[in-house]
């Protein structure tokens, strides 16, 4: 089984709902990393969270680590046509090592 | 899904030196993607690598530092040339495929620069 579990594999929604997406470890996050990934493009660096507990946002989405720093969710509020793509999270499994473990992905497609 | 190997997985190199890492992948594609991850900062897209054409590269990063060759669909090499400390940071390719656009990622190449 995967070390880093993200749900769901893919998602439908529609505009102006809210979503919300899961990663989940079953060992102790140094960090974690949300990403987005456009058709075509290379990933784009969205949030990074270290602290257990420790909540970011940046215009419409907001990401969560947990206190156990095992899970890690991101929620996008009021979607919007330019929110769709895939998103990727990455985890330190390793504090120093800098080993990266990655996620399957999730593919968010928003109906008008 | 995809396969990748990287070569060297880490290495060690002085200062001023240039080092080549190697990207193998087990399928033929499109697109490749070489990043850049800094110790406890996130992964940093260098560049695309397209087969048959010149690598695009982000803001930042220029072909001289990073010369990138595409010979075929499965095969990439990115160069890190006249190192310095700063450039010490795991390398990975990646590329994009699959039915769900899934991101593939190499094991990565740790480089540290002394």
């Known amino acids: 089984s995967q070390e880093l579990e993200q749900s769901p594999q893919s998602l439908i929604v529609q505009e102006g709902k809210n979503l919300t997406i899961n990663c989940t470890s079953s060992?102790?996050?140094?960090?974690l990393y949300w990403y987005k990934q456009k058709y075509g493009e290379g990933l784009i660096f969205l949030m990074m969270l270290q602290k257990g507990g420790e909540e970011k946002s940046h215009e419409k989405i907001t990401a969560k680590l947990d206190e156990k720093k095992q899970q890690s969710s991101l929620h996008i509020t009021a979607s919007q046509p330019s929110h769709a793509g895939i998103y990727l999270c990455?985890?330190?499994?390793?504090?120093?090592?800098?080993?990266?473990?990655w996620g399957a992905g999730t593919k968010l497609i928003i109906k008008p | 899904s995809a396969v990748i190997s990287q070569k060297p997985s880490r290495d060690i190199c002085q200062r001023g030196t240039s080092l080549t890492i190697q990207c193998q992948v087990d399928s033929q594609v499109t697109m490749m993607f070489w990043y850049r991850q800094q110790p406890g900062q996130s992964l940093t897209l260098i560049a695309t690598?397209?087969?048959?054409?010149?690598?695009?590269?982000e803001s930042g990063f220029v072909i001289d530092k990073f010369p990138i060759s595409r010979p075929n669909l499965t095969f990439s090499t990115l160069t890190v040339s006249n190192m310095s400390p700063e450039d010490s940071s795991i390398y990975l390719c990646?590329?994009?495929?699959?039915?769900?656009?899934?991101?593939?990622f190499g094991p990565g190449t740790r480089l540290t620069v002394l």
């Open positions: 690598a397209n087969q048959g054409s010149e690598a695009t590269y």
């Open positions: 990646s590329l994009t495929g699959g039915v769900k656009d899934t991101q593939y």
């Open positions: 060992k102790t996050l140094y960090g």
């Open positions: 990455g985890a330190d499994m390793s504090y120093s090592n800098y080993q990266l473990i």
